[in-house]
Structures are given as structure tokens and as C-alpha cells.
């Protein structure tokens, strides 16, 4: 099932298929590590909901969901 | 001289190596993006000399922000003999993705595998020989934190810089990419390039401006021939180049990640996520962010104070020394560079008497930055700091600032360097002098204590807890109008393990900041106090009122001389010198008396006095001798009438001052918020620095009975303020502009005289009107003290909750029309 990286709920792990942003964000994300094919689990949601914690690769990124709202995943 | 440049991802430990290594103490933390600016150290090493950089950390080399400037700059234009690159041993797949492009770049590199002691814990075990054949470089453990490895990487570095030559260049395979890396090699064939060609053909690819533009006249040939490669990458293969390179090294460190490591026992639960379930549980989080703000409280502000009691003595003692060796004064003739020393040194002791109350204050925030706290309140908070313009990363600005319970502005916003969003940086900057001055506390105290003797608690609360609130409406009035246009960075934040703080880290880095504050308080404070004193001291009293200060001295000197002639000891007080010397001993005796502890440091006084005046000291002392103690007496009464006039001649000279002409000049302004020329004069001169305000109320407010009334009682009983004005007082005092001090952070923060202008005058603005209206609305409405600034309160956080409330038009990211 695809969908948009900050619909997925705590626990939940999604494999990345496409980021769509451009520029910064989007150089951003490449360099901490969102490429096409990584796998994003959902650790937590911030006690205020946003943002979100996600373990990517061995380590825990914290993201916002207007951001998160740009990655496409397949929920594995 | 060997040219060394550490470079790694942020939080990896280059700071700590640079400190192992250098022995120069720099800033670590375990918060991402501490070092900002690059820092050099320069030493010797085995009779060979080492010039090292510690560059900010970067997780890559080709987005934009601040500190990947730096590195880049420093990399691009300095060419380091050698690079070493730090990574984070528990942390390998993503610190490798950094160390393909430095050795992409073609300069020698060392690897330096930090943080062994962690990887270690966590049953990581890497294969350095193996590493090493893989990448073609040296590659050494260390652990920064234990401080090993030092020998082992200057060994490395000195091997690698004498077989420069032979240093092979690593490159990866690009794949389908190369076809067009090689074109782009061709297109600067011609190019006289600093470095490897084949790097800056990568970079020019990845449309790296800062390197581009290094290329002189060629730029726009070379965007245009890299976004028509681009585009043809696109149409062949249908991937963009930024995520193809990107993808490529990944796998590149995935590769290497899997020949070179092996995990003892897989990834199980580490430590970090049991104290994140709990630190970071939705329920918990905010309960736990408030013990540990109670905790803060309580050991540094309460504790500090506790602590001050036993430095004060030294301040006193150093004022002391100060005086005893100024020319005396003679009767009301006070010398001027004794008056100047005495009010430099009370300025600056004012100012470092908070340094026990900052040193644990500061100590308790490198706790919890080295701990990885930080980057954790970050994301606690991130929600509501956006709502108001603000950013995750505001946190430990806002927090140094004061949010917590008191702070400087200082090194609250020299911190804002590391924040990533330009707009939310600069909201930062100009919200954060808005906190909870620590200086400003005796000024509260002394108002609070002359008007709201039974409401002091929740007085206290409002102004400690009402900055805040004031600090989010400013930066949301601020990011929606004139910061409006500002860049903004995505919120993708390392959420660091915990680490152990090391006893040395803390100590040093609360030393530093610590240091920072004493340095304002010597060189610009001082220079400020100077030019204030200046400004209070002149032009002085008028010839006629001088004359009459004269004749009083006069009379009270005749009565003197009257009383005592058939005194046995008249011949010690027999002409008007004498009796200055008596004068002013008998002060001094009174003065070292006052602030001796215990008996035996009176008897030690009595007996410096004895020996410094064999002959008066009976006089200051008369034990059961009647007539020595007539004399005693009438000296007493002589001191009075001196410390009275000299208090009015005070009074009378800052009324007549320029700063007292200012002070009135602008009644007329400031009467709408109830203050007349003294609160201003006292406001003026709170430019200085905050203590300045009370020095100068209470030298106003002491009268001629102030031996025993103090300043607070004194402004209660006559100074003609009601409870209402002094809500007035306070208001205008918790908005007033940063002092001179963090006027030059903001300005060198914000790298704008303008901004520090407005840093300047919109508080002063907003004080004003604010404290106009309270003061004028309370007189209609017949307001107490206490509900006047309970209403202000309530609006300030009703405003403050509304603006929150308020939708945010400023949303950064949409899902753009993408084509990949
Ligand atoms: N356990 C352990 N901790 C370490 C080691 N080296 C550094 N640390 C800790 O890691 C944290 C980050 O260290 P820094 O030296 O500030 O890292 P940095 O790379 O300079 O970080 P930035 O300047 O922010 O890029 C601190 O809390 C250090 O005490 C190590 O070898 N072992
Ligand atoms: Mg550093």
C-alpha cells in the first residue's frame, strides 16, 4: 500500500519510493538519508503529535509532518 | 607546518579529538551543530609544527547550510595538507556516506573510527585492516571521551603527510552517471582547478554554486552545461542526479558497513531507547521537563544565592582593598577618582556576584546538552515554537536566555549560531533578550520589596514566568511581517543517543560560559559605567549651591570645635585637618566593623587601627574613658551631618547631570506610564547594565535617616509612587532592551547594525506603551497593584495563547510538482 509517510502510525515501517520536494529539503533528506529504498520505521509521534520520530538506516531523526507529508512510502 | 582539518558529521566527536590532541579546550556538547565556526589550534607535535582546524560537523557536502559553508570554504580555499575524518564508530553507514566525498575530494584522509568505547558496548566489531584495503586510507580507533587514540592518529597523520605523494585517489563508481561526469571533466579540460578534477566535475554536476562560482568566468556556461546533463540523465534514466549520487554512496557505505562490521548480538533495544520510552512518552514528558526546570531552579538560582553569601565576602573584601587605597576625602570634598573607583568597582561587583548562581546555571545546561536532553526538548517543543515562528532548535537559545528561570542574554543569543532556519534564527535572536535577566532581579526585589511586601511569591511568578509569553508574541509579530521573506530549513533533526557527561567537558564549558560573562562585565560594562558616571557626574553642582554645602560644613565644624575645647584630647582634633583624619578613620573603623565576621577578625581590625593611629584610636574606640567618648559622640554626629550632605550634594548633582536632564526632557513622555525624571534616570542608566538601575534608585532614595531605612523603605515612604506606578516600574523594566552587552551579540549575530537598532527601540516602544496602558487604565479603573498586573498576566498569555491559536499561513513545504 503506498502513502504518504506522515499517515503512518507509531510502529509502523514503510519503505521509501519516491521524495517529493525539490532544493534544500529535498538535499536535505538525501543526506540524512532518505534515499529510494530505505526503510523508515515510526518510533513515536512528539507528545504534542508533530513531529515524529523515525529510525532510518541505524539512527532516530526527528521530522515534521509537513515534511514527513513528502515522502511517498510503501507500508511494508 | 602540517595543515590538519577535521571534518565528520555533527555530534561524532571532532571537538573532543581536536581537544585531545591540541589540548586546547573547545566547546563539546552532545547536541548536533555545536562548533559553527571553524576553530584553529596551533602546536607542536613531535618537534613538527601542526596547525589543526575543527571544522562544524556536516552530515554531506552538498546541501546549504551555514556550517557546510564553512567547511566548505575552508576546505576549497585552504587545501589542507590532511584530512581527518572523525566517525561516529556506533553510528558507520551514515558517517561513512560523509568520508566517499571527502576522499572524493583528493586531499589525503585519515579515518578516525571515534567513539570505539560505545560501538564497543553495543557488540559492534569493525574490521579497521579491512576498512583500510576498502577505502584506500588509514584508518585508527580512538575514543575521545577516554581519551585514547591520540598517538595512534598523529602517527597516522605524520605517515600519510610524509607519502603525500603517493597518495592514491579513491573513486567510486558512478555508473550510468560516468558517461557524464567525464563530459563535464572535458568541458573544464582548460580550467586551472585547486583541486581533483574529476571531484569538481561531480560537484558541478550536483550544481554546487559555492564552487562555481570559484570558477570564475565560466559560471553560467557551466549551470547551463550541468542542467542540460541533468536533464538528459532524467530523460535516459528517469532519476535526478542529486538522488542518483546520493543513492550511489549509500550503497557504497552499505557495501563497506557489511564486509568491514560485525554485530554481536543484532540490533536489540539499546539503552537510549528504554530512557527515550520514558523521557519522550507522551504522558511523561512534560511532567519530567518540569521536574528537571524545578531542579535547574532550585540548585542554580536558589542554590547560587545560598553560594553567594560565602563569595560576597571576597567582592567586599576586593572593594575594600580598592578603598584603602584612594585619596581620602576631606569633609564634603570628596576626590573624583575616588568617587569613579568606587562606583567602577560596585558596577562590576554587582555584575560578578551572579557568577556562582551562572557557573551551576551554565553547568546544569551542559549537563543536559552533553546528556542529549537538548535535541529532545527540541522535539518536545517543536510544535508549539513553530506555531510562533520559532524552531525546536530556539530551545537552548531561549533557555541560556532565561526561559527556564533566569539567565544572560548573552550567551543565549552568541548560541543561535547553530540553528539552521535563517527566519527562525533571527526570530530567535531578537526574542531572546525578552527572557528573564538575571541582573534584573535586584531591581525587581527592591521594587517588589518597597510596594508588595505580602504579594513577593506571586509578583516574582508573573515577571519570571511572563517573559516567555512576551518572547512568542514578539517572534510571532516579527516572522509574520518583517522576517516574513526569510529563508526557512526544514526540521530534520539527529536525535543523538545519550551519553554520560564527563566531569571536565561540564566544568570546562560552564567555565567558558561563565567566562564570556565576565569579559562583558570587565570590558564593556566597565567602559559603559565609566561614560554613565561621566554622564551622572556632570556638569556638576552649581557655584551657589556648592557655597552653601561649604557653609554647612563650616557650622558643623564650629559646633565641633566649640563642644570639644576643654576636652583632654583637643589637642588631637585642634585644627580642621585633624580632624579630617579622625573623620574619615573613624568611618573606615566603622565600615571594617560593620561587615567583620566573629570576634577574632574585630580584634584584628582593632589592632591594624591601633598601629596605623596609636594616637586617635582611643577616640574610635573609648572603652570607659568619659571624655574620649565625648569626643566619640560628637565624631559620630560629625559623620552624620557629613553623610547627610554628601547625599544631598548626590541627589543634587544627578538631578543637574546631563543624564538628569535627559531624565526630565522626557517626563513628559513617560508620564503617561507614571514615571518621573528619577525612575528615568534610573531606566537610563540601566543601558550600562541592569544593576546600574539599582545603584542609581538607591542612591536617589537614601536620605538622611537611610543609616537605618534602606533604599526599598525609603522609595515607599516618600518617593510618591503608588503600588499601580510601581506595576508601571516593573512592566517597563521586564521589556526594556538588552543592555549594551547583548546589543553587540545581537548585532554581531545578526551581522546588521539595523537589527541591533531594532533590538533596541522596539522594546523601549513596546515597554512604554505598555506599561502607559496598564498605568492608565488601572488609574480609571481604580486598579490595586496586584490586579494590575495580574491583568496584564492574563492578557499577555491570552494574546500570547491567541497568536498560537492562529492558523499559520507560513507553511515552507508543499508537495511540489515534481517530475521524478
Ligand atoms: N562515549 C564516548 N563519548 C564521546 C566520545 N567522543 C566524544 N564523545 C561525546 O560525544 C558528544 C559530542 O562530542 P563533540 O566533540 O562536541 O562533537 P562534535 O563532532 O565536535 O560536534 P559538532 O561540533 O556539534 O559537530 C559529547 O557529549 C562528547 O562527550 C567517545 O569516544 N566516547
Ligand atoms: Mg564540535
Redesign the interface.
Known amino acids: 500500500m503506498k502513502c504518504y509517510l506522515d499517515s503512518l502510525r507509531q510502529g509502523q515501517t514503510g519503505k521509501i519510493i ?5 532544493g ?10 532518505f ?4 526503510d523508515i520505521e515510526v ?9 515524529m ?1 523515525l529510525r532510518i ?8 509532518r ?2 514527513a ?2 515522502v511517498e512510502v510503501e507500508v511494508l | 607546518m602540517i595543515k590538519v582539518a577535521l571534518a565528520g558529521q555533527p555530534n561524532c566527536g571532532k571537538s573532543t579529538i581536536f581537544n585531545l590532541i591540541s589540548g586546547i579546550h573547545q566547546h563539546i556538547a552532545n547536541y548536533p551543530g555545536v562548533t559553527v565556526d571553524k576553530k584553529v589550534g596551533r602546536f607542536n607535535y613531535q618537534n613538527e609544527k601542526i596547525e589543526m582546524v575543527d571544522l562544524p560537523g556536516t ?2 557536502f ?3 547550510s551555514l556550517e557546510e559553508r564553512v567547511a566548505k570554504d575552508f576546505l576549497y580555499d585552504e587545501t589542507p595538507d590532511v584530512i581527518l575524518n572523525i566517525l561516529d564508530a556506533s ?1 558507520l ?2 558517517n561513512l ?1 560523509l568520508s566517499f566525498q571527502l576522499l572524493e575530494i583528493g586531499i589525503p584522509v585519515v579515518i578516525v573510527l571515534n567513539m570505539t568505547d560505545v560501538a564497543a558496548r553495543r557488540g559492534i566489531s569493525i574490521d579497521t585492516k579491512k576498512m583500510e584495503e576498502l577505502l584506500g586510507c588509514r584508518v585508527v580507533n580512538a575514543s575521545g571521551a577516554k581519551g585514547e587514540g591520540a598517538e595512534a592518529i598523529m602517527e597516522a597523520v605524520f605517515s600519510v603527510y610524509r607519502q603525500k605523494e603517493r597518495y592514491e585517489n579513491f573513486q567510486i563508481h558512478y555508473e550510468m552517471l560516468e558517461p557524464f561526469i567525464q563530459e563535464i571533466e572535458t568541458a573544464i579540460a582548460g580550467a586551472d582547478l585547486p583541486l581533483n578534477r574529476r571531484w569538481t566535475a561531480i560537484k558541478i554536476l550536483e550544481e554546487d554554486q559555492a564552487l562555481i562560482e570559484k570558477l570564475d568566468n565560466e559560471q553560467k556556461r557551466l549551470t547551463e552545461k550541468a542542467q542540460a546533463c541533468e536533464k538528459r540523465f532524467f530523460d535516459m534514466y528517469g532519476k535526478d542526479v ?2 542518483f549520487l ?2 550511489v554512496r ?1 550503497d557504497s557505505a552499505e557495501i563497506v558497513f557489511h564486509r568491514c562490521v560485525s554485530l554481536k548480538h543484532g ?1 536489540k533495544e539499546t539503552l537510549s531507547d528504554k530512557v ?1 520510552q520514558i523521557v ?4 511523561l ?2 511532567p519530567i521537563l518540569l521536574l528537571i526546570m524545578i531542579a535547574v531552579y532550585e540548585l542554580s538560582i536558589v542554590g547560587g544565592y545560598k553560594l553567594t553569601d560565602y563569595t560576597w565576602p571576597i567582592l567586599a573584601g576586593f572593594k575594600s582593598f580598592v578603598i584603602d587605597r584612594l585619596p581620602e576625602p576631606d569633609f564634603i570634598n570628596v576626590p573624583m577618582i575616588t568617587d569613579l573607583s568606587v562606583w567602577m568597582v560596585n558596577s562590576a561587583n554587582a555584575l560578578l556576584n551572579y557568577i556562582p548562581v551562572f557557573f551551576i546555571l551554565f553547568a546544569m545546561i551542559a549537563i543536559m546538552e552533553d546528556v542529549g536532553y537538548m ?1 529532545r526538548l ?3 517543543l ?3 515554537f ?1 506555531k510562533y515562528g520559532l524552531h ?1 532548535q530556539s530551545t537552548l537559545p531561549l533557555v541560556l536566555g532565561g526561559a527556564m528561570v533566569g539567565g544572560c542574554a548573552v550567551p543565549g543569543v552568541m548560541s543561535t549560531k547553530g540553528i539552521a532556519d535563517e527566519r527562525a534564527r533571527m526570530a530567535t535572536i531578537l526574542a531572546v533578550p525578552y527572557m528573564n535577566c538575571l541582573a534584573k532581579v535586584p531591581f525587581y526585589t527592591l521594587i517588589l520589596g518597597a510596594f508588595f511586601k505580602d504579594a513577593m511569591g506571586i509578583m516574582m511568578f508573573y515577571i519570571s514566568t511572563v517573559t516567555l509569553f512576551i518572547a512568542l508574541i514578539v517572534s510571532k509579530l516579527l516572522t509574520s511581517t518583517v522576517l516574513r521573506t526569510r529563508e526557512t ?7 543523538p543517543p545519550y551519553h554520560l557527561p564527563t566531569f571536565k567537558g561540564v566544568v570546562l564549558r560552564a567555565a567558558q560560559r561563565v567566562w564570556v560573562y565576565v569579559k562583558k562585565v570587565v570590558s564593556i560594562v566597565l567602559v559603559v559605567a565609566m561614560a554613565l558616571f561621566a554622564l551622572l557626574q556632570f556638569p556638576g553642582l552649581e557655584a551657589d549651591s556648592k557655597r552653601i554645602f561649604d557653609e554647612k560644613v563650616e557650622k558643623a565644624l564650629s559646633t565641633f570645635d566649640r563642644k570639644l575645647q576643654s576636652n583632654p584630647y583637643y589637642t588631637l582634633i585642634d585644627t580642621r585637618e585633624k580632624v579630617s583624619t579622625l573623620l574619615n578613620a573613624y568611618d573606615h573603623y566603622k565600615s571594617k566593623r560593620m561587615i567583620a565576621s566573629g570576634s577574632q577578625e574585630a580584634q584584628k581590625i582593632d589592632e591594624a587601627f591601633l598601629k596605623k593611629y596609636p594616637n586617635l584610636f582611643i577616640l574610635l574606640k573609648p572603652h570607659e574613658d568619659q571624655a574620649a567618648k565625648t569626643v566619640n559622640n560628637a565624631v559620630r554626629q560629625l559623620s552624620n551631618v557629613r553623610k547627610d550632605l554628601l547625599r544631598q550634594i548626590k541627589n543634587e548633582k544627578i538631578e543637574k547631570s546631563f543624564l538628569g536632564i535627559v531624565g526630565h526632557a522626557i517626563e513628559p513622555l513617560t508620564h503617561y506610564a507614571g514615571f518621573d525624571w528619577k525612575i528615568n534616570v534610573a531606566f537610563l542608566s540601566s543601558f550600562a547594565a541592569r544593576e546600574s538601575a539599582v545603584a542609581t534608585l538607591g542612591s536617589l532614595y537614601e536620605n538622611a535617616k537611610a543609616d537605618a531605612t534602606r533604599a526599598e523603605e525609603a522609595m515607599a515612604d516618600n518617593g510618591g509612587y503608588s503600588p499601580l506606578s510601581a506595576v508601571a516600574i516593573l512592566i517597563f523594566m521586564i521589556l526594556t532592551p538588552p543592555c549594551i552587552a547583548t546589543m553587540i551579540v545581537v548585532k554581531m549575530q545578526s551581522n546588521s547594525y539595523r537589527w541591533m537598532l531594532f533590538a533596541t527601540f522596539f522594546p523601549i516602544t513596546l515597554g512604554l506603551v505598555s506599561a502607559s496602558l496598564v498605568f492608565g487604565f488601572g488609574n480609571a479603573l481604580n486598579w490595586s497593584g496586584l490586579e494590575a498586573m495580574g491583568y496584564f498576566y492574563a492578557s499577555v498569555v491570552g494574546i500570547a495563547l491567541g497568536l498560537g491559536a492562529m492558523p499559520s499561513r507560513l ?3 508543499t ?2 510538482n ?1 517530475k ?1
Request: proline share 5%; aromatic share 12%; glycine share 4%.
Open positions: 519516491r521524495i517529493h520536494s525539490t534544500k529539503l529535498k538535499q536535505k533528506l538525501l543526506d540524512m538519508g534515499i529510494v529504498g530505505a518510533v513515536r509521534e512528539a507528545p504534542l503529535y508533530d513531529p520520530e538506516h541505524t539512527y532516530l531523526i526527528s521530522l515534521r509537513s515534511e507529508a513528502l | 552530515y554531506s552538498s546541501s546549504y553510528n553507514k551514515r556516506y542529486a538522488a546520493a543513492a549509500y540490533n527515550d519522550l512518552n507522551r504522558w514528558a512534560f535535541p527540541a522535539f518536545i517543536d510544535r508549539v513553530k525546536g530549513a526544514p526540521f530534520v533533526m539527529e536525535l507553511s515552507a513545504w508537495r511540489a515534481i521524478n
